[in-house]
Antibody
Framework: EVQLVQSGAEVKKAGESLKISCKGS????????IGWVRQMPGKGLEWMGI????????RYSPSFQGQVTISADKSTSTAYLQWSSLKASDTAMYYC????????????????WGQGTMVTVSS | QSALTQAASVSGSPGQSITISCTGT?????????VSWYQQHPGKAPKLLIF???SRPSGVSTRFSGSKSGNTASLTISGLQAEDEADYYC??????????FGGGTKLTVL
């Protein structure tokens, strides 16, 4: 079965670091762009950035550039989203999602989504 | 980059058709045929409905259709059903080689 499985919910304090994960299975992980989307409580979707695991080519939204780090480990078919110093405003649901087409282009759409990871940061 | 502009809410009765609009600029919606639409039910992950302005992934109902004119893209849902009640988001590729979502539209089926 083709799926993305994300790590579990996290409760952290402001200033702490965090790395959440998204493991792909059932498909060629290295050859599909995979990205992250934020959804703050009661709010809309925000495109954060994407990575192509085969060569680690990546794009960040200007809103998230420098605030988070996206990475991928080809050996474990896992993508990561990382913070070095969390803020209360990072409290949100974070989804990973895979682009639609193999060997696709950066402008493609997300056709498969993880179940989401809820991150709660207290001040 | 600013979020694309969508109406906060729209409503319709079962069997009717509704259209949700998504307005951007020449640097995103108007400049590329890479607009997608997603449906999100409460507590669930989004689902891709339309990609590349007007293409449907396999398994998506033909009741969903997309179009674009200038800087505005549109999603039309025909034959409204109760299960269509959800939030709908547009998303466009941008000139910065990134993508941007719309603010979302809540569809209520009366």
């Amino acid at each position: 079965e083709v799926q993305l499985v994300q790590s579990g919910a996290e409760v952290k304090k402001a200033g702490e670091s965090l790395k959440i994960s998204c493991k792909g299975s059932g498909y060629s992980f290295t050859n599909y762009w995979i990205g992250w989307v934020r959804q703050m409580p009661g709010k809309g979707l925000e495109w954060m950035g994407i990575i192509y695991p085969d060569d680690s080519d990546m794009r960040y939204s200007p809103s998230f550039q420098g605030q988070v780090t996206i990475s991928a480990d080809k050996s474990t078919s896992t993508a990561y989203l990382q913070w070095s110093s969390l803020k209360a405003s990072d409290t949100a649901m974070y989804y990973c999602a895979r682009h639609r087409a193999i060997f696709g282009v950066v402008m493609d759409s997300f056709d498969m989504w993880g179940q989401g990871t809820m991150v709660t940061v207290s001040s | 980059q600013s979020a694309l502009t969508q109406a906060a809410s729209v409503s319709g009765s079962p069997g009717q058709s509704i259209t949700i609009s998504c307005t951007g600029t020449s640097r995103d919606v108007g400049g590329y045929n890479f607009v997608s639409w997603y449906q999100q039910h409460p507590g669930k992950a989004p689902k891709l409905l339309i990609f590349e302005v007007n293409s449907r992934p396999s398994g998506v109902s033909t009741r969903f259709s997309g179009s674009k004119s200038g800087n505005t893209a549109s999603l039309t849902i025909s034959g409204l059903q109760a299960e269509d009640e959800a939030d709908y988001y547009c998303c466009s590729y941008t000139s910065s080689s990134t993508q941007v979502f719309g603010g979302g539209t809540k569809l209520t089926v009366l």
